[in-house]
RNA sequence: AGGGGCGUCGCCAAGUGGUAAGGCAGCGGGUUUUGAUCCCGCCAUUCGUAGGUUCGAGUCCUUCCGCCCCUGCCA
């Protein structure tokens, strides 16, 4: 075969997806010199794993085409919104890796722009001030399938609407007292066309604005023209959006913007056994079935921030599921392997004995410690070597000593070898018991010689378990967590999602005995604690004089799936 | 007088008229002082359905079926 026949000097090159083709085109044809994205969060909650996606989506166009991304809140509801969640939001997306071009904008920062517009729309007589209520407006509105009726306030003089609407925003009228409508057309299949409200009243006190407004634009009134405003060209927003385009490019076409800013819509992420609503991810806080929004079980960048996922393995996973219009379920486990591959290459090696079982080495002298060196990582020098004291006593974890079991089980077993991790094989001879039958101890030999080498009689080890010094080692708590739900898509059907939260989502070990070198430990970092998984240092419980280790994850486990465990 | 979307392997997803990429999961094997990592192999004669156009259709046309979104003074 040629070179040309088999093509293996051709690299793969990762196939686009659909907006990365579009600005690729627009930008061929000229269309736009830079393109500008934005991610324009509301802030009234904490950021999840599928913002993560849009960020990752509109700073990543922005960081691959040589564009440039901006950071908007869209605070039109001064109600639901505060500081507290723009702080929060701020940070995450920092924390993920991004950072927005200029200053952080707020759709109030265009108030006034969009108050004058408004007031265009008003001159042109595409604006009327309409006094009808919630309850008559949803009547007017008319049905999936039948069209509205006009308002009787629709033919307003201009005048009056003019002034109708500047007493609305002095305040002379009360919430729900009357709205600004666009004026399209209440027959209009797209109930977003019937002559949607573009102004409302909220005597609401705004966390950027204050009181200087008492009435606020709606979602569509404000964000297209807050693009334009801003010189977006690319503006991506999920698909429940595709039927407010129509308006979005009416406003636009109506009013003198300064630029054309297209709208364009993907798939939002959906994950199986977990919510990514914000609504009820506020319930799961608000009703204490977990411990805040940053909660380790919780699907917020904030919950997966404490838990120990890193931002390279969330950018990872949402470069992985791609950018689609068609809706699915992500696997979890996707986002589980992408943890456990960052992890993997990053995360130094450590040990932590989470259910201690003594092991006396009778021909080991009581009083002698032996300073050993091991890698911090198998495959990675740069890495670097630590030292563990190693004695007469130390602890291993009671489910890796057994008085007998089947040839599967490769680890220790009275009168079989078992190595200790970067240390000796030893050989255990006798289970000590308690009055009620419990093993609470083990008494081995070391095999000689065996520093770094296998037995010179030939018997080798079976496997190799952790361990760590019974008398030099830190005490710690350690925070075991599970899916937060049981069922795999708790969102579904007719079922309430609270109904499905696993019992055993949180599971809390005390006593746990970490080796030394853990106590410098700090928040931020990984570790593997070999043959159990990925920890970090919990932000919110952990102290000097208490360490408290959360389980990032697991480390991947075939053992048992296909064979018997005993 | 409803409108707008979407259907390619268990899950995600390439494919843009020339004969079904890749990843996750799974399965089998090798290496291993972590039952991890790593490595090798297997895993869609078929693209929701039924017709049609074409030398040739996952890609074009038509039919039907299924799923999602829309009747907030939320975003």
Redesign the pocket.
């Known amino acids: 075969m040629s070179a040309a026949d088999t093509g293996s000097t051709e690299v793969k090159t990762k196939?686009?997806?659909?907006i990365q083709?579009i600005i690729r085109k627009d930008l061929e044809q000229g269309l736009h010199k830079k393109i500008v994205t934005r991610f324009p969060p509301?802030p009234n909650g904490y950021l999840h794993i599928g913002h993560a996606k849009s960020i990752c989506l509109n700073f990543g166009m922005a960081d691959e085409f040589g564009g440039a991304c901006n950071l908007r809140f869209?605070d039109?509801?001064p109600e639901?919104e505060n500081e507290e969640f723009v702080n929060a939001i701020k940070q995450d997306v920092e924390w993920l890796g991004f950072k927005w071009d200029g200053a952080v904008r707020y759709t109030s920062d265009y108030f006034d722009q969009l108050h004058a517009w408004a007031i265009d729309l008003i001159n042109k007589g595409l604006a009327f001030v309409c006094d009808?209520?919630?309850e008559q407006?949803?009547e007017y509105?008319g049905?999936?399938?039948?069209?509205g009726k006009n308002s009787p306030f629709r033919e307003r003089s201009v005048e009056e609407n003019l002034a109708l609407f500047e007493k609305m925003r002095a305040g002379e009228f009360e919430?729900?007292?009357?709205?600004l409508r666009a004026k399209i057309d209440m027959?209009?299949?797209?109930?977003?066309l019937r002559d949607p409200?573009i102004y409302?009243?909220k005597k609401a006190h705004h966390h950027q604005t204050g009181d200087k407004w008492c009435i606020?634009p709606?979602?569509d009134f404000a964000h297209g023209q807050s693009d334009a405003i801003e010189g977006i060209t690319h503006s991506i927003c999920t698909?429940?959006?595709?039927?407010?385009k129509p308006l979005y490019d009416w406003f636009i076409q109506n009013l003198p913007v300064p630029a054309i800013p297209r709208q364009y819509e993907f798939?939002r992420l959906n994950i199986n056994y977990s919510v990514t609503s914000k609504r009820k991810l506020k319930q799961l806080v608000d009703e204490h079935h977990v411990d805040g929004w940053n909660d380790p079980r919780m699907p917020t960048i904030s919950g997966m921030r404490r838990r120990g996922f890193t931002p390279a393995a969330l950018r990872e996973f949402c470069e992985?599921?791609?950018?689609?219009?068609?809706?699915?379920?992500?696997?979890v486990?996707?986002l589980e392997?992408c943890v456990r591959?960052d992890l993997?290459k990053n995360a130094p090696?450590a040990m932590c004995v989470l259910k201690p079982l003594k092991v006396t080495l009778t021909n080991c002298p009581a009083d002698q410690v032996e300073t050993l060196t091991v890698h911090n990582?198998?495959?990675r020098a740069d890495l670097g070597d630590r030292t563990l004291p190693f004695t007469q006593t130390v602890f291993i974890e009671q489910e890796d000593f057994r008085e007998e079991a089947n040839k599967?089980?490769?680890?220790l077993v009275t009168g079989k070898r078992v190595?200790l991790?970067?240390a000796y094989v030893i050989e255990a001879d006798e289970a000590i018991k308690d009055a009620a039958g419990n093993i609470i101890e083990v008494r081995a030999r070391i095999i000689e010689g065996t520093?770094?080498?296998d037995p010179a009689d030939g018997v080798k080890p079976k496997?190799?378990i952790h361990w760590v010094s019974a008398t030099q080692n830190l005490d710690c708590e350690v925070r075991l967590y599970n899916r937060l739900f049981i069922d795999e898509a708790p969102d579904a059907g007719g079922k309430n999602f609270l109904d499905c939260i696993n019992p055993d989502s949180l599971e809390v070990l005390q006593g746990c005995k970490a080796e030394l070198s853990l106590a410098t430990a700090s928040v931020g970092n990984s570790y593997?604690f070999?043959?159990q998984g990925y920890f970090c240092l919990d932000s919110k419980y952990s102290t000097t004089e208490k360490p408290v280790f959360n389980r990032t994850i697991s480390?991947?486990?075939?053992?048992g799936?296909?064979e018997d465990q005993e």
């Not at 196939?15 to 659909?18: A, E, S």
């Not at 049905?143 to 069209?147: A, D, Q």
């Not at 992985?320 to 696997?331: F, L, N, P, W």
């Open positions: 196939p686009l997806h659909f083709q509301e869209d039109t509801n639901k009808l209520n919630a407006m949803r509105r049905t999936l399938v039948e069209p919430e729900g007292a009357c709205s027959s209009s299949p797209n109930i977003n409200i409302r009243i606020y709606s979602y698909l429940e959006f595709e039927d407010h798939a992985r599921i791609g950018v689609t219009r068609s809706d699915g379920i992500v696997d486990g996707v392997f591959d993997d090696r990582h198998p495959n599967k089980y490769k680890r190595r991790r970067g520093l770094g080498k496997g190799v593997q070999e043959r480390l991947k486990d075939s053992f799936k296909t």
